[in-house]
Each structure stands twice: as C-alpha cells, then as structure tokens.
C-alpha cells in the first residue's frame, strides 16, 4: 500500500498494529442475536429493502470509535438500522419505542 494514502479505519489488512496479533483461526459459533441478524439482512435483501452493498458502505460509515467498539454483527445491526431510517422504512420514534420495549 502507498505508504502516502491514508487508510479508513475499518481497512486493517496489513496495518502493523495488527500483525503480531495472533488471528484466531478456530470456528466461531453463532448467537441467536448473530442469526437473527443474519436473517434479517437476508429478509431485507429479498424485499429489496437493502442490498448488501448498503450493508458494506453502512458498516465502513461506522465511526472509528464505534467501529472498533462493536462486534462484527453489531456493526450489521447498525448499519441496517442506520439504512432502514434513511429509507424511512422505520421512524426514529419508531426505533426508540422498539428499543424501550426491548
């Protein structure tokens, strides 16, 4: 990479602050908040409601902070709701009182 060009914080692929991290290679199993996101997305999807391009530029739109802060699935969740508001599929209202519910 030119050693000129800025990186985006999500685009770590040989960033050496991250080279002598072991990767943990062994398979992951999924929560049920893992598959329900899963699902969504995919539901979504075959509504043409979101496609996973949106998903992908959702998640790069995370703030630093947040990025590094969130799990890999609730970068998703964010990125979909952040994509369903700006869609108007769902009202702010709408998500606060889905969130008080919760």
Do not use: N
Request: hydrophobic share 35%; charged share 35%.
């Amino acid at each position: 990479m030119d050693k000129e060009a800025k990186r985006a914080h999500h685009d770590l692929g040989g960033a050496s602050k991250f080279m002598c991290e072991p990767v943990d290679t062994e398979p992951h199993g999924l929560t049920d908040f893992d598959r329900q996101v899963d699902a969504l997305r995919q539901v979504l999807a075959a509504k043409k409601l979101m496609t996973v391009d949106e998903l992908r530029r959702g998640i790069e739109a995370i703030p630093e902070a947040d990025y590094h802060r969130l799990s890999y699935y609730r970068r998703w969740i964010r990125s979909i709701t952040d994509t369903l508001l700006r869609h108007g599929v769902i009202s702010e209202a709408e998500l606060r009182l889905m969130l008080e519910d919760g």
